[in-house]
């Protein structure tokens, strides 16, 4: 199984931009069986998938976030990326990054990060 | 698609066999997987296609259901089971979790 290492800023002020970064290790993120896919889980523990990135480029993003979160890879430093914009307190939560990958039964979360907490305030 | 589950919290003993119900608001066929969170972890990968284990999980763990009705259940505690519980529906996007099932020792 992949690793993976999230890492960015703990403290992101409102109205900015969240930037956090997913190394991935043990294995390449140009491998076709992998959707490269970040999820966060809120204070009160709940988890929302934000969406993913294929191998190829090819992405999905939750329709609430549509607007303001982009995911990217960048295979030369085998790691893929999440912007998120226009940050609100809303947005605080712990920001995990995961491999997707499926059995043929839709995408599992088959690998995760440790998770990093991102807190937006002022 | 909402997933809920239930109990949300529940309390138990070593030893006991415990199940977790998740319910989906429409079909996810067989679409439908399991984690494990303890606190300051990341979840854990238990469970795939509603009732096939993955590698390493223990076999007490074992999964069942189709359709919108789905169960996890641990034929006989470890202390190491102790933990939260999440389904996941992967039978259409936006992928969704339930809220959680906090398993706690009695």
Known sequence: QVQLQESGPGLVKPSQTLSLTCTVSGGSIS?????????????????EWIGYISH????????????????????????FSLKLSSVTAADTAVYFCASGYSYGYGLCFESWGQGTLVTVSS | IQMTQSPSSLSASVGDRVTITCRASQ???????????????????????????????PSRFSGSGSGTDFTLTISSLQPEDFATYF?????????????GTKLEIK
């Open chain 1, 31 to 47: 491998s076709g069986d992998f959707y490269w896919s970040w999820i966060r889980q809120y204070p009160g523990k709940g988890l």
């Open chain 1, 56 to 79: 190829s480029g090819r992405t999905y993003y939750i329709p609430s976030l549509r607007s303001r979160v982009t995911i990217s890879l960048d295979t030369s430093k085998n790691h």
């Open chain 2, 27 to 57: 079909s996810v066929g067989s679409y439908l997987n399991w984690y494990q969170q303890k606190p300051g972890e990341a979840p854990k990968f238990l469970i795939y296609g509603a009732s096939f284990l993955q590698s390493g999980v």
């Open chain 2, 87 to 99: 389904c996941q529906q992967s039978y259409s996007t936006p992928y969704s979790f339930g809220q």
